[in-house]
């Protein structure tokens, strides 16, 4: 694989076509990652923030600061001690993670919650998307006690106390008792929304409430939520046909480089993108990704940061009020 500084040296020649100059005004592009699971994307997403200057959101799913030895300290809501996506390979896989996640926040990126066992909450009340705030909040708290870990970090339980302001919803399924919830807890916003296309956030019981978009995509421009997943579904079905990789990177970047210079040139609502750890399609996403953020970060006027940034740029007033809490 090509190294990521020369593949972004080169998309930032091909990208100063690609996006004409544009206002003064930023322009903000979100970019989050879901679940947050596997050790070499952590260190790639890393590896193309400092490449791109970007802030990235991490969603952590904390079922993964847990190993088969200490998966009992998660109790779903719901299902017991069951995860639908499992826990950790093992304690070294949990120490490789705890480490990451403390770099990442130290680099400037967010850690906000994907909550634990993934489970579909949409029919949930308050009282269990609570729960699993509880479970969330206290598994990343005692991670490193719980798993034996030594060396954790000086600030580590004032981290996990107050910097886990977000929230994204598995499956993007919300109902109104889970902003009620998101609430009640202290989170700052929710990243759970689908849109027809970018927009201002709104507000629902004192969070911000943020949408990925649906985007033109494709030869008929068919709109599809900016997300890996939805590409993969939308390209091959969600199964893995690898000839076809470079037509789905071509796709993938169009989609966002064309959404970008919509906004850029209109009403310059931020541009939300989510993926996941995953390589689906030989990787053809993550390809996109790094081109698309190595020519549209590079612009003069946009900005890439995460949600915790945008939502203080946005709503200072709002998000002081809750720090004050």
Sequence with gaps: MM????????????????????????????????????????????????ETGASFTYFLSCVYLL?????????????????NIGFAASRDDVAQRLRQIW??????????????????????NKATWLAEFDQFAAVLRDAWRVNGIPYEPDGWRRFAASEITGFRAPYLATSDTLFAALGEHGFHYDASGVS????????SHGVTRYAL??????????????????LYVRHSGGEERPTEADVFVERAYRAFADALEKERS?????????FHFTQMNDGAYWRALERFAGEACALPD?????????EEILHPSHTAAIDED
């Design 67 to 83: 190993s088969s030895q200490t998966r009992d300290a998660y109790a779903s809501p719901v299902a017991g001690k069951r995860s």
């Design 213 to 230: 978009p649906m985007v033109p995509e494709g030869p008929r421009s068919r709109p599809v939520i900016a997300m890996d997943y939805n």
């Design 196 to 203: 027809r296309g970018p927009e201002a956030p709104a507000q």
């Design 3 to 50: 190294p990521v500084t020369l593949r972004l040296a080169g998309a930032f020649l091909i990208g100063c076509a690609a996006f004409p100059a544009a206002a003064a005004e930023p322009q903000y592009v979100v970019i989050s990652f879901d679940s947050a699971n596997d050790i070499t994307q952590w260190e790639r997403s890393r590896a193309l923030a400092r």
């Design 302 to 310: 946009v900005r890439c940061v995460s949600y915790a940034k945008l």
């Design 266 to 274: 209109g009403a310059r609502h931020p541009l939300q993108i989510g």
């Design 103 to 124: 770099t990442a926040r130290m680099e400037g990126h967010e850690i906000a919650s994907h909550g634990c066992g993934h489970f579909d909450g949409a029919s949930w």
